[in-house]
């Protein structure tokens, strides 16, 4: 018996679906501890007030009745799952821009080099492009997430003139295309 003071067992709602997409009842809970939605919290509080026998006997379905708000209504499951998603996804994200930006030095030198052998005209097309040297088609754009740097568009910036109106009638493409040698 726990200290949860349930009348009855909820359904396995959060359980079977947690089962499903192999995830363990505790890193669920690691999931809930990471969000600040008041449901994530009031779960966590009331997690934290169990004792670990009681920890260890309960499912997320007993924590989600448990776990009132100041209304007296309980987390609704669907709610429960939606916040464990939310913050699983969040820190994919995290993991997937800390392994892009750990790599980016090596890919950029690979880059870099591939571009100065014969068949890296793609490669020089793209470094071009990077810098600003040669112009990106007006249906393509990069989307660059620097995620938690604020910019600050108050600076005067100063805009360089383009390389079309420097170069004249330079044909690009041929210098993208030529080989290297």
């Known amino acids: 018996m726990t200290s949860l003071a349930l009348a009855h067992d909820p359904p396995p709602v959060v359980s079977v679906a947690l089962e499903e997409a192999k995830i363990a009842p505790e890193d669920a809970i690691l999931y809930l501890r990471c969000s600040k939605a008041p449901e994530a919290v009031l779960m966590c509080l009331k997690y934290d007030s169990l004792v670990d026998t009681e920890k260890q006997a309960i499912t997320l379905d007993h924590l989600c009745a448990a776990a009132k708000n100041e209304k007296g209504e309980s987390v609704d499951p669907s709610r429960c799952l939606g916040i464990i998603t939310e913050q699983m996804f969040s820190r994919s994200i995290s ?3 800390l392994i892009a930006a ?6 950029m030198k690979a880059a870099v080099w591939y571009a100065g052998t014969p068949d890296g005209h793609q490669d020089r097309k793209m470094l071009l492009q990077t810098i600003g040297v040669a112009p990106v088609p007006k249906n393509q754009s990069t ?4 995620s938690g740097n604020k910019i600050d568009n108050s600076t005067h910036v100063t805009v360089a003139p383009t390389l079309e109106s420097v170069l ?6 041929k210098i993208i295309d030529a080989e290297v040698s």
């Not at 989307?143 to 620097?146: P, S």
């Open 143 to 146: 989307y660059i997430n620097v």
């Open 168 to 173: 004249g009638d330079v044909d690009l493409d």
């Open 95 to 97: 993991v997937t821009n």
């Open 102 to 107: 750990s790599r980016a030095p090596d890919v």
